[in-house]
């Protein structure tokens, strides 16, 4: 009979499905997509996405070697948005256009001589269209940076987070947890002591 009151917790996580999952959507960056000699694009893409609503990152970079490309013009540059200027949408939420939200982060500078620290914070995201929200892998933004050295130094995601859709437990599955299972574990203790 203890086998299966110890059972019984871990059969409600299973049946309502809030077990830990087996892993977690990650943030990264691409390969960069050269656009000059000067300048290129870095992806910043997702993998293992499950109906995302949105994320967050920010970027770690060597502002001796490269900068992000806060002068970029939108109508003759690649990469280069209008509204969001050297953050440009990735196609991952490509199904929410023309609804999602863009925040292109700020690029921080020194207060004092105004050059670049080689943090771009807060880019973040939220999808706009209908549901399911996508799942998956995929791009999330790009980022337009000039090279001011080789270009070859790392840029790394920093305080990446993402905010995905929890599944909803069904009706009945409540029910068995909220009811159905005390109601079972007493009637084990009941019969436990009967044999008594």
Same mark, same amino acid.
């Given at each position: 009979?203890?086998?299966?009151?110890?059972?019984?917790?871990?059969?409600?996580?299973?049946?309502?499905?809030?077990?830990?999952?087996?892993?977690?959507?990650?943030?990264? +960056?691409?390969a960069a997509i050269p656009i000059s000699a000067t300048e290129f694009a870095l992806p910043v893409e997702i993998v293992g996405a499950v109906e995302l609503l949105g994320w967050e990152f920010s970027l770690n970079y060597d502002p001796t070697d490269v900068q992000v490309d806060i002068d970029c013009d939108p109508f003759v540059d690649d990469f280069c948005s209008l509204t969001t200027t050297y953050t440009t949408e990735g196609d991952f939420f490509a199904a929410g256009a023309p609804?999602?939200?863009l925040n292109p982060g700020a690029v921080e500078v020194d207060l004092v001589t105004g050059d670049q620290t080689g943090l771009?914070?807060? +880019?973040?995201g939220l999808y706009g269209g209908s549901p399911p929200a996508p799942s998956g892998d995929g791009v999330l933004a790009y980022v337009r940076f000039l090279i001011i050295g080789t270009g070859d130094s790392p840029i790394t995601v920093v305080d990446p987070s993402v905010i995905e859709n929890a599944p909803v437990p069904e009706p009945g599955s409540v029910w068995l947890v909220t009811i159905g299972l005390p109601l079972a574990a007493q009637r084990l203790l009941a019969r436990k002591r009967r044999r008594r």
């Open positions: 009979m203890r086998w299966r009151l110890c059972c019984l917790a871990p059969a409600a996580t299973l049946i309502l499905g809030i077990a830990a999952p087996a892993r977690a959507a990650t943030i990264s +960056v691409g609804f999602n939200l771009l914070s807060n +880019v973040q």
